[in-house]
């Protein structure tokens, strides 16, 4: 099967996307034949995968590749230490796409204060700021 190599911190930039198409390869040779594989790392729609999570949340973790596709396996509850991380995540995440799909500059600025790497309100409105010149022609709902 295609496995992908130790990290080595030393190895040159390009290498590390490689493991990310060879993880997309595995998963597809599993796929067509149907090997019934399990894989980490896949992103999917939660649909009670995670007991105590929302089940609209897309969650990562651990699958079975077959014919079929992918299923995810049931984890059950994730414990409150966890939990109580991992919805903060999830509320960070979607208050950043519903502040790019709206242009809502103020919802950006509450999901920039939301994200557990920005530590104070003056950094969130020069992050915020940064950005939306940065990427302002990637993202022309915030020139309202």
């Known amino acids: 099967m295609l496995a992908g190599a130790d990290y080595d911190s030393n190895r040159p930039e390009y290498c590390f996307h490689l493991h990310h198409a060879r993880h997309a390869i595995g998963i597809m040779v599993s796929i067509i034949a149907n090997e019934g594989r399990e894989w980490g790392g896949i992103n999917f729609p939660n649909n ?27 984890v059950g509850d994730l414990p409150k230490p966890l939990l109580g991380l991992t919805l903060h995540t999830l509320n960070w995440q979607e208050l950043t796409v519903d502040a790019v799909l709206t242009g809502d500059k103020a919802l950006l600025y509450q999901a920039l204060l939301a ?30």
Do not use: S, W
């Open 115 to 144: 994200c557990p790497y920005v530590h104070d309100m003056e950094a969130a409105r020069k992050i915020m700021n940064d950005l939306l010149i940065a990427h302002a022609e990637f993202m022309p709902q915030f020139k309202k």
């Open 48 to 74: 009670g995968a995670i007991g105590n999570l929302p089940r609209n949340a897309i969650v990562e973790g651990l699958c079975i590749v077959d014919r079929r596709g992918i299923t995810p396996i049931v």
